[in-house]
């Protein structure tokens, strides 16, 4: 007897949720922390001034991300628990209606009339809110909402970026400070766009080329705002 073998595919859209949410809490991470010491150096505050600001920095940031992160990814939890609350009650009072619902999206795709029929009828079978949910709302499993994974993720992936600048404003001489940081911030946001953009299957040169721009833009005018500050006290 011969069996056929599994044909496995691996999709990226699977890890879209924490890979978002990791990608944006580094890369703010690094922007905000590089920036903040970068702003203070260029003020003549000091080193110490520079390394102290930018471990405030860290635990500041690493703390907003994961709120900011928490709430609006709650919000949109909700959202769906909200919408699929309502369809849960509206297959339960119109069952019928919903089936046409249903099979009209699958005309719209391209099936035939009576084919959409058959399937409407043998998924609402099978599970009716789930069908509803993916065709017709839109949620899946591999999208929706997870508030707590993307908190922690955005505060751990934050505190990770800010780091980078970190361990090189001890490092690095005091005089040079500045170049030190702004070129290994820049090296390290190019590094993170690259690794990001081959995960989610976009172009290296582009994803590394996107945050290293933002990332000289941020550094630069806080460096300007900290040497205009400076200047005037």
Same mark, same amino acid.
């Given at each position: 007897?011969? *069996?056929?073998?599994?044909?496995?595919?691996?999709?990226?859209?699977?890890?879209?949720?924490?890979?978002?949410?990791?990608? +944006?809490?580094?890369?703010?991470?690094?922007?905000?922390?590089?920036?903040?010491?970068?702003?203070?150096?260029?003020?003549?505050?000091?080193?110490?001034?520079?390394?102290?600001?930018?471990?405030? =920095?860290?635990?500041?940031?690493?703390?907003?991300?994961?709120?900011?992160?928490?709430?609006?990814?709650? #919000?949109?939890?909700?959202?769906?628990?909200?919408?699929? #609350?309502?369809?849960?009650?509206?297959?339960?009072?119109?069952?019928?209606?919903?089936?046409?619902?249903?099979?009209?999206?699958?005309?719209?795709? =391209?099936?035939?009339?009576?084919?959409?029929?058959?399937?409407?009828?043998?998924?609402?079978?099978?599970?009716?809110?789930?069908?509803?949910?993916?065709?017709?709302?839109?949620?899946?499993?591999?999208?929706?909402?997870?508030?707590?994974?993307?908190?922690?993720?955005?505060?751990?992936? *934050?505190?990770?970026?800010?780091?980078?600048?970190?361990?090189?404003?001890?490092?690095?001489?005091?005089?040079?400070?500045?170049?030190?940081? #702004?070129?290994? #911030?820049?090296? *390290?946001?190019?590094?993170?766009?690259?690794?990001?953009?081959?995960?989610?299957?976009?172009?290296?040169?582009?994803?590394?080329?996107?945050?290293?721009?933002?990332?000289?833009?941020?550094?630069?005018?806080?460096?300007?705002?900290?040497? +205009?500050?400076?200047?005037?006290?």
């Amino acid at each position: 007897m011969k *069996f056929t073998r599994r044909h496995t595919e691996r999709h990226r859209t699977d890890r879209v949720g924490w890979m978002r949410a990791a990608v +944006l809490g580094a890369n703010d991470g690094i922007v905000s922390t590089a920036s903040l010491v970068v702003g203070v150096a260029a003020a003549k505050s000091g080193q110490g001034a520079a390394l102290v600001a930018g471990v405030a =920095g860290l635990v500041a940031g690493a703390m907003s991300m994961a709120a900011g992160e928490y709430v609006s990814v709650h #919000s949109q939890a909700d959202t769906e628990k909200a919408d699929l #609350s309502r369809e849960r009650a509206e297959i339960e009072k119109y069952p019928v209606a919903e089936h046409r619902e249903l099979a009209s999206i699958y005309v719209a795709r =391209g099936l035939e009339p009576g084919l959409a029929q058959q399937v409407a009828e043998q998924l609402m079978a099978h599970d009716a809110l789930g069908a509803h949910a993916r065709d017709e709302l839109g949620i899946s499993e591999a999208l929706s909402a997870r508030p707590v994974q993307a908190a922690l993720s955005s505060a751990a992936s *934050f505190a990770v970026g800010a780091a980078l600048p970190l361990a090189v404003t001890a490092l690095a001489p005091a005089q040079s400070l500045i170049p030190w940081v #702004s070129g290994t #911030s820049l090296a *390290f946001l190019a590094l993170l766009g690259a690794v990001a953009a081959r995960a989610g299957g976009a172009a290296v040169a582009t994803g590394a080329w996107r945050v290293t721009f933002w990332g000289a833009l941020a550094m630069a005018i806080t460096a300007g705002v900290g040497a +205009l500050f400076g200047a005037v006290i």
